[in-house]
């Protein structure tokens, strides 16, 4: 896993997020904590491990001050966690290539990512001063070799605090939704985290079945693969965790849009976090018809940007995630081919987050 920040404030909801992931000797965590450091002028690209990183911005102690909790954090925890602190200076116009770069040769299947707004003293969500920060988390997106997750911070528990947590995932359907599966399925095995799966699903509307036929057209052999792919990975949550108090798999039929914000506005005040994938086509196309036209941040998706917005989830974090799909010939170069969904794949991370 190779998790990025800008500045120390973005540390410690990245150790909660490792926190909550539930690191185990048998399913292990291997963290590249990647400083990104803007460089102007002249100067060539740097990296180096942060131990011995000296920078042409002389930014070598902020660096160390930062990276510092993540090695603490791996101290005080049990075996199940590495943490590898590193630092990278480039512009932010192709800062992108250098962490695309390091996932790649580090092997990681997960690249987290902090978005580009954070939290103020009132609770609101204010854009870092810097423009460059969504730009990279743009071509990231676009470029990455692995899996990608962006973090709206709005107030996650410290990774040291041991009081429980309450998790939603957010599941419409498809690929990305099945990654965020994947990132969730570790955090139901956390002693001290709820999860609730909460399944939108389109009310059976001759109307809501025209579109949906419609937006399909030509990819109905596609569509129902996803739709398999999709039963098939929900079939074995449920399995597994049949009985388990703390996790709860729930199914919301909706019929458009408004219903599904009324929903999740109905269930704000009762998670800390919401776990969602970058819906994109089949059922979303007709649960988020019309939302785009007012996106702000479409990098996040139509369900990402909704509840990283004030009017839904003020006060709830939200993890988006975007399953890895390789180039133009459905893998980037160089990389092995990424096992099917089915039964027994949970996600691009099925084991743990050493690499791909």
Known sequence: MLACFHSARQVSPIMSILALSHPTKRSPIFLYALHLIELTG?????????STCTTP???HTTSAAAAHP???FSDVTPPGISVHPLAAAS????MHEDVCRIAEEKHAALILLPFHKHITVDGDLEPDANPGHRLLNINVLAHAPCSVAILVDRGLPAAASR???RVALLFFGGPHDREALSFAWRMADHPLTSLTLLRFLPIADPRVLTVLTDAVGSMAGVEEEERTADEECLSEFRRKYAGNERVVYA???VANGADMVAALRGIESVFDLYVVGKCQGG????????????????ELGPIGDLLASSDVAATVSVLVLQ??????????AGLPESPAWGPTRKGNFEIGWGGR
């Open 42 to 50: 002249r100067a060539s690209n740097l990296l180096a491990a942060t």
């Open 57 to 59: 911005t002389n930014r």
């Open 70 to 72: 993540f090695l603490s």
């Open 91 to 94: 512009p932010y116009a192709t």
């Open 163 to 165: 009081q429980s947590h």
């Open 251 to 253: 199914e919301r039929a």
């Open 283 to 298: 059922a979303t196309s007709v649960l988020t018809a019309g939302m785009t036209e007012w996106t702000e941040c479409p």
């Open 323 to 332: 399953q890895y799909v390789g180039g133009p010939s459905g893998q980037a």
